[in-house]
């Protein structure tokens, strides 16, 4: 069963500390985020599926290894409900290539279950975005793509 960090009473609580555990490096603080059985599953950006808490702090503690995510949650769309809450957002991370820093954006979904221990993530999605220049910062709605 992952640690509890801290009191998770809300989505919103467990999405800051996830956050804050990427930014940070802190696999344990990370792992305290999700629901404790063994159906949770996360998708990493342009990676594949991986369902289990074992396999998630694996993912993770490797990511790790390379350092703390530098980025920022914005945009947060919550749609909450008693036991559900599903939130969709843009993750702005802080990329280097080729000498020069730009920001890149991941279009993320977290599923958050309400659980005897408090809210709980049980699902974190993420796709790959686009990369954005340094000179050129993001503004949400600028641009639409329908499918």
Not at 26 to 40: F, G, H, K, P, Q
Not at 83 to 101: D, S, Y
Not at 106 to 113: C, D, E, G, K, M
Request: charged share 20%; hydrophobic share 45%; net charge negative.
């Amino acid at each position: 069963m992952p640690d509890q960090a801290e009191l998770l009473l809300s989505p919103a609580d467990v999405e800051r500390q996830f956050y804050r555990a990427l930014s940070t490096g802190d696999i344990n603080l990370l792992m305290a985020c999700w629901s404790d059985d063994d159906e949770v599953a996360c998708v990493p950006p342009g990676g594949v599926m991986v369902r289990g808490l074992s396999a998630i702090r694996e993912l993770f503690a490797d990511l790790f290894e390379r350092g703390p995510v530098n980025l920022t949650a914005k945009d947060i769309h919550a749609v909450d409900s008693v036991m559900h809450a599903v939130h969709t957002l843009i993750e702005e991370i802080e990329v280097v290539a080729e000498g020069q820093k730009a920001m890149a954006q991941v279009f993320a979904t977290n599923v958050f279950l309400k659980t005897p221990r408090g809210w709980r993530l049980q699902v974190h999605h993420a796709s790959p975005g686009q990369v954005i220049s340094a000179a050129e910062p993001h503004v949400a709605g600028a641009e639409r793509v329908l499918h």
